[in-house]
């Protein structure tokens, strides 16, 4: 599992939404140690935010989906 992946897109969302938690956050490593999912549950200000914080992930090389 690529750690610096998941700190990455953990870092690109706290600059969108700053008040996200560490208990907010979930990582888990694919079956084959392939991919990992990061998930993170926040509540949006609204569409703009969502937007910028979606084009933002997906700058990233290493990020295949955002959802």
Same mark, same amino acid.
């Given at each position: 599992?690529?750690d610096g992946v998941a700190t990455r897109v953990i870092e690109t969302v706290r600059k969108h939404a700053p008040?996200?938690?560490?208990?907010?956050?979930?990582?888990?490593?694919?079956?084959?140690? %392939?991919?990992?999912?990061?998930?993170?549950?926040?509540? @949006? *200000?609204?569409?703009?935010?969502? %937007? *910028?914080?979606?084009?933002?992930?997906?700058?990233? @090389?290493?990020?295949?989906?955002?959802?």
């Open positions: 599992m690529d008040d996200v938690t560490p208990d907010d956050i979930t990582t888990r490593a694919s079956s084959g140690d %392939k991919f990992v999912s990061v998930r993170i549950n926040l509540m @949006a *200000q609204g569409p703009v935010q969502l %937007k *910028q914080m979606y084009d933002d992930l997906m700058t990233d @090389a290493a990020v295949r989906m955002v959802i």
